[in-house]
């Protein structure tokens, strides 16, 4: 909205529909995390009490478990592609639509300075996403490397 309706910015975006969205996330967030935490609660754990990451992370969580946890993994599995596919997905249209705006600039100068707003924005989501897609759609066999660790760290740390 900033960069392809900019006069309407303040009109669109209010505090209200900014705690809206917050909001929204946020539950959208706890609805999509509450199926695997309940298929959590059915694991019994015999595994060693100390996991091989830097923070309880689900997938670590499913290797240390004594019973099947085939159902977890593949439920886990369908909730981050939700949650990292659909966010995605929506930000990859909204940047069609910025680049859209942005060639409509007749100016060169105008346009390059569009694309410096939106650069390093947009190496935070390219960051995040690859991170994030590495460190969870992985297969459940693979163990933590230290390779997954440092995606997890990357996409938990970096671009926040």
Known sequence: ??????????????????????????????????????????????????????????????KVACNDTSLNYYVSLYVAAVVIVVPFLFILSTYLGILRAVLKIRSAEGRRKTFSTCSSHLVCVVIFYLSAGFAYFRPQETSASDYSIMASLLYSTLSP
């Open 1 to 62: 909205i900033a960069i392809c309706n900019p006069l309407r910015y303040t009109s669109i975006i209010s505090t209200k529909v900014c705690i809206l969205l917050a909001a929204l996330r946020w539950s959208v967030g706890f609805v999509c995390t509450l199926p695997c935490t309940v298929l959590l609660l059915r694991l019994s754990f015999c595994g060693p009490k100390e996991i091989y990451h830097y923070y309880c992370d689900h997938p670590q969580i499913l």
